[in-house]
Structure formats: structure tokens, C-alpha cells
């Protein structure tokens, strides 16, 4: 009887060890590729020939968001496990940490939406929903989209409360918090996965509709309708890339969620390993954007040459100075 009962508790114990022991190899070189490739993927999407489409001003909100988000979501699991430091063991810390984590990848995932959503519209052949396809509304639907979500998710600032008697970060429980956070749950896990899917799907159909029919275009109009074709490739794969590192995390939140009996001390751990795993979705981004769009990739090389071009000043001063 003994035996049976220590068991878990050891394998458990082996786990959590084996977990911090990666963690600390993994989590800074995740940390250091997401911030690199995220402020890479800021400096070419702010460039002109991407910003004359509203798609690309998603995928710019998309890599800001992704920058916060790694900032305080994997640093705080480093710092955790290297330094035994749990930075939402503070007053402050309590409710903004979860509130700032929850904001930014609710905000990720509902830019993939919009960036979706604007390419079935920028794909069709109603004119009507063409135009719907613009630069303003893009630059309209992110600021209303990020006053909702920080609405949305204010009261995680009063669900995670700091007890100052004991001195730690506790959850609030009610009937009405579940609900708030089972909502969550099925928007950020369920909802906004397949509903990427489906207007993938509608982006899809109305590219090759597009395709069937004989049109007869200039060379501009050429050029316009490969960069939105790149972009949509661009789309396609960062969606897949979502749905494919997301997926262990949502079935392991739902079943800590929901099912009360499964949330061991094992099944926590193997939810710490899905988190990591999650963490693909922002590093892998600038290089999914340099395989699946050629647009992307001329815009970094002329970003490399331009640095390449004012360093040379610098170096002939230097070559100067030495002789």
C-alpha cells in the first residue's frame, strides 16, 4: 500500500526535477530567440511595402504583443525555477501578472483572427467586401480590440488578490469566477482556433475561385496581388503553427480546469512542459514568415543591406584610424 502511493509522489518528484533541470537550458534560449525575432519581425512589417496592406498592421500588433507577453510569461518561469523567485508573490505582482499574461496572448490570438478574417475579405469577389479590407479599419479594429480585451480581463485584477495575513497570491472562487474563466478558456483554447480555421478555409476557396476565372491585370496589379498572395501563404502557416503548439496547452488547462480531480501535482508538471512547448508559437514566427513569404524575405534582406551600408563610414574611419 505503501509502495503504491510513494510512487507517484517519487515520479512526480523526478518530474519537477527533470522539468527545472531543462528548463533552465531551454527557457533562455527560447526567451532571447522570441525578443530577437519579434523585434525583427517589428522593423520589417513597419517597413512600406508591407504596410500597404491592412494585414501585415495585424501581424505588427501580433509581434509587439508576443514581445510583452515573453517578457513576463517565460522570464517569470526562469526566474521561478532558477532562482526559486515566483514574481506573483508580491501585491503587485498577484493581480498583474496573470492580468498582463492573459491580456497579451488573448490579444495574439484574436490578431490571428482579424489578419484571417481580412484576407477572406481581401480575397473575395464582392467588391463590397473587398473594400472592407483597408488599412483603417485594420488600424481601428486593433485599438478597439485592445480597449476590449483589457475590459474584458479586468476582473482578473480581483479574482488574484494578495492576502496580506498569510502573504500570498490567492484565487477567488465563485460560480460567477468560473464562469468568467471557463469563458476564457473556450475563447482563447476553442473558439478562436476554429474560427482561424474556417475563414482559413473561406481564404482558401476564394483564392482558387480567383484562379478559375481569366483575368487580365497590369504589371502593378501583378505585383499588388503576389504580395497579398505571400501574405496569405504567410497567414496559412502562422495559423497551422498556432493550432499545432497551442493544442497540448489547451487540453491540459481544460482538464485542470475542469475536471478538479486531475489537478495533481503530475498532471501540473506535464502542463509546465505544454506551456514551454506553447512557447513555439512565438519563437518560431520570424522564421516561419522568412519560409512561407518571399516578400518577407526581400524586405530583411534590404534591411541587412541598409545596415551593411551605414557601417561602411564606420569602418573606413576605422581602417583610417589605424594607419
Not at 482556433?193 to 504589371?219: A, D, E, K
Not at 495559423?239 to 497551442?246: D, Q
Not at 512542459?273 to 519563437?283: A, D, E, F, L, S
Amino acid at each position: 500500500m505503501n509502495t503504491t502511493t510513494a510512487t507517484p509522489s517519487f515520479a512526480s518528484y523526478n518530474l519537477n526535477n527533470e522539468i527545472k533541470r531543462i528548463s533552465t537550458y531551454i527557457l533562455p534560449i527560447t526567451i532571447l530567440t522570441t525578443i530577437i525575432s519579434n523585434i525583427i519581425n517589428i522593423i520589417i512589417l513597419s517597413r512600406r511595402t508591407l504596410r500597404s496592406s491592412p494585414c501585415p498592421h495585424y501581424f505588427l500588433a501580433l509581434a509587439i504583443s508576443s514581445l510583452i507577453y515573453t517578457t513576463i510569461s517565460p522570464v517569470s518561469l526562469f526566474i521561478t525555477y532558477e532562482f526559486n523567485i515566483v514574481l506573483s508573490n508580491t501585491p503587485f505582482g498577484c493581480p498583474f501578472q496573470p492580468f498582463i499574461i492573459y491580456a497579451s496572448s488573448l490579444f495574439v490570438v484574436l490578431m490571428l483572427v482579424c489578419a484571417s478574417l481580412d484576407r477572406v475579405f481581401a480575397s473575395s469577389s464582392t467588391a463590397s467586401y473587398r473594400n472592407l479590407s483597408h488599412i483603417r479599419i485594420a488600424q481601428r479594429s486593433i485599438i478597439v480590440i485592445t480597449i476590449l480585451v483589457l475590459i474584458y480581463l479586468s476582473p482578473v485584477l480581483i479574482i488574484f488578490q494578495w492576502d496580506y495575513i498569510v502573504n500570498r497570491c490567492i484565487q477567488s472562487s465563485s460560480p460567477i469566477i468560473i464562469v468568467f474563466l471557463s469563458t476564457r478558456v473556450i475563447l482563447y483554447y476553442i473558439l478562436s482556433p476554429l474560427i482561424m480555421i474556417i475563414f482559413g478555409l473561406l481564404t482558401i476557396h476564394n483564392i482558387q475561385s480567383q484562379l478559375r476565372r481569366v483575368t487580365l491585370m497590369n504589371q502593378g496589379g501583378f505585383a499588388h496581388r503576389r504580395t497579398e498572395n505571400q501574405l496569405v501563404r504567410m497567414l496559412v502557416v502562422q495559423v497551422a503553427a498556432y493550432v499545432f503548439f497551442s493544442i497540448p496547452a489547451a487540453v491540459t488547462y481544460i482538464l485542470t480546469t475542469f475536471v478538479p480531480s486531475l489537478n495533481t501535482t503530475f498532471i501540473n508538471n506535464i502542463r509546465t512542459i505544454t506551456i514551454v512547448w506553447q512557447q513555439g508559437t512565438y519563437v518560431f514566427a520570424t522564421f516561419l514568415y522568412i519560409l512561407s513569404g518571399s516578400v518577407y524575405r526581400k524586405e530583411l534582406k534590404k534591411l541587412f543591406k541598409c545596415r551593411n551600408y551605414l557601417g561602411q563610414p564606420l569602418r573606413l574611419i576605422t581602417a583610417r584610424l589605424r594607419t
